[in-house]
T-cell receptor, first 112, second 109 residues
Framework: GENVEQHPSTLSVQEGDSAVIKCTYS??????FPWYKQELGKRPQLIID?????GEKKDQRIAVTLNKTAKHFSLHITETQPEDSAVYFC???????????FGPGTRLSVLP | EAGVTQSPTHLIKTRGQQATLRCSPI?????VYWYQQALGLGLQFLLW???????NRGNFPPRFSGRQFPNYSSELNVNALELEDSALYLC????????FGSGTQLSVL
């Protein structure tokens, strides 16, 4: 079955710097890769996603890149702000009506 | 449009008792997923239901069970509660994208 690894497990950056979180997946049939942000005491929220027919997707300060050959995808946050501090989870799915496999999470701290 | 709703918000039980957690998916979503999140840890996959059938289950003992009703709502049952079952139980629903409810905080004393 699918296995998703995520690195680093914790990440501290200064406000204004960039943060990068990387995930690798094992099943080449996976074709949908969402990212979730979970603030303390709240539900995981979908922040960006990418499908396997696209190499990069941007939404304001966040972007996701996908390398299908290497089976890895990354979340990039630019100009980080204290409100970006949260746990971020990556996931992989084979698409419509399929299961989601999550990475173990990355705790991001943005220091003012 | 209403999101994924879960009840109750908090549940306190004693060891050996049974707990029932409920989830209503987003209207039109046929898949419901259950995850366990222990304090400060990751999302551990429990169960996946689609169109009323169990599609997959995670590495949890049989005392964790559930079902999905014809209206696609779902129930998670945990029998013979143990102290380590204390966690946040998250339900999510999907048609293609996955959306989470706010969870049920289960405390086993």
């Amino acid at each position: 079955g699918e296995n998703v690894e995520q690195h680093p497990s914790t990440l501290s950056v200064q406000e204004g710097d960039s943060a990068v979180i990387k995930c690798t997946y094992s099943d080449s049939a996976s074709n949908y890769f969402p990212w979730y942000k979970q603030e303390l005491g709240k539900r995981p929220q979908l922040i960006i996603d990418i499908r396997s027919n696209v190499g990069e997707k941007k939404d304001q300060r966040i972007a996701v890149t996908l390398n299908k050959t290497a089976k890895h995808f990354s979340l990039h946050i630019t100009e980080t702000q204290p409100e970006d501090s949260a746990v971020y989870f990556c996931a992989a799915s084979k698409g419509y009506g399929q299961n989601f496999v999550f990475g173990p999470g990355t705790r991001l701290s943005v220091l003012p | 449009e209403a999101g994924v709703t879960q009840s109750p918000t908090h549940l306190i039980k004693t060891r050996g008792q049974q707990a029932t957690l409920r989830c209503s998916p987003i209207s039109g979503h046929t898949s419901v997923y259950w995850y366990q999140q222990a304090l400060g840890l990751g999302l551990q996959f429990l169960l996946w239901y689609d169109e009323g059938e169990e599609r997959n289950r995670g590495n949890f003992p049989p005392r964790f069970s559930g079902r999905q009703f014809p209206n696609y709502s779902s129930e998670l049952n945990v029998n013979a509660l143990e102290l380590e079952d204390s966690a946040l139980y998250l339900c999510a629903s999907s048609l293609e994208k996955l959306f989470f409810g706010s969870g049920t905080q289960l405390s086993v004393l």
